[in-house]
């Protein structure tokens, strides 16, 4: 994908964190050695809806953690984040279904997980005044230890094309040190471009640092990031 805005449409921006904004359309793997910040990173990519000058929607398929941990981790990491802009396909077995959070028994069950993400990203769409809907899958890591790495990136391909199709913005967690290599090189090729993240080389106050692969003006070097 080229870096033109899809239709036009304003690119995504975020906030305080070192990323330059991003066309919409677009789509980023966030994965690195240090697995953690990688994954709070991902969220807060998408929790920055709320800090955009226009309405945006954020839309998050949980596999490990359950809606209600991870809104209020959203909370946390944008002071502005309210739950009424958000939801959530939760596979961590929780059992709640309403008109924001959609559960999923197991992370194995891909095919509810894509039909439940449709149905919420449809109905975020719908109520936002020009639909503008950020999607983060966190994380791709536990989908791959109960799925065929093909269903999984067609999977990857399907959340893709969706956000391609309706101008918004994606973002896929992944713990590379899970798996073998194989497996991120296989989902890279369905995404934009990659965020990689690192523990800081010294004890400084930064939870991690960063540096972004696929885009243009983006940074190229390790940066340091803050999330709080």
Same mark, same amino acid.
């Given at each position: 994908m080229s870096d033109t805005p899809a239709g036009g449409a304003a690119p995504y921006t975020f906030g305080d964190l070192p990323v330059e904004p991003i066309p919409a359309g677009s789509t980023v793997l966030v994965a690195g050695e240090q697995s953690t910040a990688a994954e709070e990173l991902a969220v807060a990519l998408v929790a920055s809806a709320a800090a955009a000058a226009q309405p945006e929607g954020a839309l998050f398929v949980s596999t490990d953690t359950g809606a209600e941990t991870l809104l209020t981790a959203c909370g946390r990491l944008q002071p502005t984040f309210s739950p009424e802009i958000a939801s959530v396909v939760d596979c961590s077995g929780a059992d709640r279904d309403d008109e924001e959070v959609a559960t999923v028994a197991a992370p194995s069950d891909l095919g509810g997980i894509t039909t439940r993400f449709a149905a919420l990203y449809e109905s975020l769409f719908d109520r936002l005044d020009d639909g503008r809907v950020r999607a983060g899958v966190v994380g791709l890591s536990s989908l791959a230890m109960h799925v065929e790495l093909r269903s999984l990136l067609r999977f990857t391909r399907t959340v893709a094309g969706r956000v391609d199709i309706a101008a918004g913005f994606g973002v896929f967690a992944l713990d590379p040190t899970a798996h073998h290599r194989q497996v991120g090189q296989t989902l890279g090729q369905a995404? +934009?471009? %990659?965020? $990689?993240? %690192? $523990?800081?080389?010294? /004890?400084? /106050? /930064? +939870?991690?640092?960063?540096?972004?692969?696929?885009?243009?003006d983006q940074p190229r070097e390790w940066t340091a990031f803050s999330l709080e």
């Open positions: 995404v +934009d471009g %990659r965020i $990689e993240v %690192r $523990e800081p080389p010294d /004890a400084s /106050a /930064a +939870d991690g640092e960063l540096r972004v692969r696929g885009f243009r």
